[in-house]
């Protein structure tokens, strides 16, 4: 009983998220996921790999699945094109039991995990001024996608809103 009110807050919590939080939920659940695949590859733990992996998998799917094609513009292509080498490269992972194409998702997520975190905390202390870029993302590269590309996400799919409900 106590795991399924633990389970229910949680889900609340994440409901009543901004969309920018849920997109930053998202992609912590994501590298998350992919250490644990790199985790489960290193101790041969084969299902534990194959449902982190898949997992991590399902999460940038539904991210890709979400992006506003026709109003982001670059920064829409480039993340597009992100998420598709990323789920070209991951089976690579079960097929060969290989973590090398989890660590590099990783290499190319993690600034993009910590700019959308970043955008959450300062959209949490007060309204973002319109095109205003977090301090991580200022440097420019993958960085700058995550924040300004905020305005032409649509809101998380069912799949993704259903991640974020098993990240509990």
């Given amino acids: 009983m106590h795991g399924n009110a633990a389970y229910a807050y949680h889900t609340q919590h994440v409901k009543g998220a901004s969309k920018v939080k849920q997109v930053a939920l998202l992609y912590e659940r994501i590298l998350v996921s992919l250490r644990e695949a790199i985790d489960?590859?290193?101790?041969?733990?084969?299902?534990?790999?194959?449902?982190?992996?898949?997992?991590?998998?399902d999460i940038i799917l539904a991210l890709y699945g979400s992006l506003a094609e026709e109003q982001g513009g670059e920064i829409t292509r480039n993340l597009s094109q992100l998420y598709m080498v990323c789920l070209r490269r991951l089976p690579r992972v079960d097929l060969k039991n290989d973590a090398t194409p989890a660590k590099e998702a990783l290499e190319v997520l993690e600034p993009l995990a910590a700019s959308w975190?970043?955008?959450?905390?300062?959209?949490?202390?007060?309204?973002?001024?319109?095109?205003?870029?977090?301090?991580?993302?200022?440097?420019?590269?993958?960085?700058?996608?995550?924040?300004?590309?905020?305005?032409?996400?649509?809101?998380?799919?069912?799949?993704?809103?259903?991640?974020?409900?098993l990240m509990g």
């Fill in 40 to 57: 489960a590859v290193e101790t041969n733990e084969i299902e534990r790999r194959w449902k982190a992996n898949k997992r991590a998998q």
């Fill in 117 to 165: 975190r970043e955008l959450a905390i300062r959209e949490q202390s007060g309204p973002l001024v319109d095109g205003e870029v977090p301090n991580s993302a200022a440097a420019g590269g993958a960085q700058a996608a995550a924040p300004q590309a905020t305005a032409d996400t649509r809101e998380p799919s069912a799949t993704a809103r259903e991640s974020i409900d």
